[in-house]
């Protein structure tokens, strides 16, 4: 292997093992806390949020207007992360100066910020899927999106199940519907409902929405684009038997 296939295989390795730990008891607390601030926000808020999340998940699987890039081939697997990295920048930046300017604006501005981000999340993780080589336009790619965005964004019980579809994703695709009206998006929103970006709620409590917006956009762009990288590093080290061995 050469010097940087050693220090991927390294991360997966690790990202691997925290995937599969148990919660942990800060884990538990987190979780914990952040429902209760989902509590405070009225209930017309968590219906909206509800709305969008839905509108997102038919989007993706349904909609064209995030297959408008061509997956790359011929590149080596440092050429595509070091795209992948590129793309994780502009997208984390970009988050955290809309996360500013919304946080700032108060309740209403707070709001908009959600499906905002979702947007740019979701665009992010199609570039990230193209940058790695897998075509878009086959609808199990993009379920494929949604389990890393679950995966990102939920509590250590939920992110066990999910890694699992993922690194048994030739088994798990298999018994995906052929037919792509046929899946069942509105249980997978439901499932992971309660978790996405409770963080990103708090941007609407007055006072600290600013502050919330900046830092948590552009850790939450970090997060994912971590998680959607050893994701695709994990196929990758499936598909070419020879690397990361």
């Known amino acids: 292997m050469t010097p940087y296939e050693e220090a991927v295989q390294t991360e997966l390795t690790r990202w691997q093992r925290a995937m599969q730990k148990p919660p942990s008891t800060f884990g538990r607390l987190s979780t914990a806390v952040q429902r209760r601030i989902n509590r405070i926000i009225p209930r017309r808020i968590h219906q909206l949020i509800t709305a969008t999340i839905k509108q997102m998940t038919r989007a993706v699987l349904f909609g064209a207007e995030f297959l408008n890039r061509l997956p790359e081939t011929g590149l080596t697997l440092p050429q595509r992360e070091a795209a992948v990295v590129d793309r994780i920048n502009f997208y984390r930046k970009a988050g955290a100066a809309e996360g500013g300017v919304t946080g700032a604006g108060g309740l209403l501005l707070g709001l908009a910020d959600f499906p905002l981000l979702l947007g740019l999340k979701m665009k992010l993780l199609f570039e990230i899927a193209a940058l790695y080589g897998h ?10 999106i949604l389990y890393i965005f679950q995966l990102a964004f939920s509590s250590q019980e939920r992110r ?41 709620m ?25 998680t959607a990288m050893n994701a695709y590093r994990m196929r990758w080290a499936a598909e070419n038997e020879s690397l990361l061995t």
């Open 202 to 226: 708090a941007q609407l409590v007055p006072g600290i929405g600013a502050a919330v917006g900046i830092v948590a956009n552009y850790q939450l762009v970090s997060q994912l684009g971590r």
């Open 160 to 200: 066990q199940v999910v890694y699992r579809y993922l690194a048994d994703w030739p088994e798990h695709s298999r018994q995906l519907p052929d037919d792509i009206n046929q899946f069942d998006w509105l249980t997978f929103q439901q499932e992971y409902r309660d978790y996405i970006d409770l963080v990103k």
């Open 135 to 144: 075509s878009v336009s086959d609808y199990r790619e993009r379920v494929y």
